[in-house]
């Protein structure tokens, strides 16, 4: 393993280039390559099982490309399979959680919102993030069914999301809660119009830079970490629609980019 090798970065679909932005800010030298598992979209339904074999999937074709690394940007994958990814792949395996410890601690009310899929919700590794952090605030859970669907299909603004996202925020806010957990990655994506509906007095917590933060120290600590300044170069896969992926890339990418097909 060198450090010139890329960084290999999946998700069930598009919510995973929310923390490839800040990877991509935090190592401007890597090379990283993404997958877009939107072929099989959403994951939060899914029964653990079958998001370990996508993991798995995907997590071969990155290693096949060379990744020295691996980024589970999606927090379902993570609740669901990441400690079958790191007991497969002699690599450093990061991945994504929602942020309840930050929240916790930011508080005012006493009270957070955690916004995230029913399988996160659901995971014994969420249970287990509560416990140790939630102590000290009240904890209020909200699944989102349809959010993913919208932002995979490009809907970031309509009314039907609009509509959708206020009745999920709109329980948190009415318990109190003033600092709200984007806790699937797609949702960063639905900022400005979380923020239109939940005002300038809620916070809102995404972990992405402390993920990043944490790749650079793993990377860092293993001797991987590419030296250069600059110059990184991105390649994108999609599971999914390929000219649907590639019309939506120019809004969620900041640089001009071509997604390929993956087919695995
Ligand atoms: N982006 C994903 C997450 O962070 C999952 C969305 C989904 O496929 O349900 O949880």
Known sequence: MTADQPIGVFDSGVGGLSVLRQIRERLPGEDLL?????GHAPYGHR???????RSIAIGDFLLARGAKAL??????????AIHVIRARYGLPVVGIEPAVKPAVAATRSGVIGVLATHGTLKSPRFAGLVERFGAHARVMVQSCPGLVERIEAGDLESMETRRL??????????????TLVLGCTHYPFLASLLAELAGPEVAVVEPGAAVARHLAHRLEESGLLRPRADGGTERFWTSG???????LLPRLWPRPARAEAFTS
């Open 47 to 53: 029964p653990a099982h079958a998001i370990e074999a």
């Open 165 to 178: 996202l206020e009745a999920y925020v709109r329980p948190l806010l009415d318990g109190g809660a003033d």
């Open 71 to 80: 980024v589970v940007a999606c927090n379902t994958a993570t609740a669901a």
């Open 34 to 38: 993404y997958v877009a598992d939107s």
């Open 241 to 247: 629609d390929l000219a649907q992926l590639n019309l």
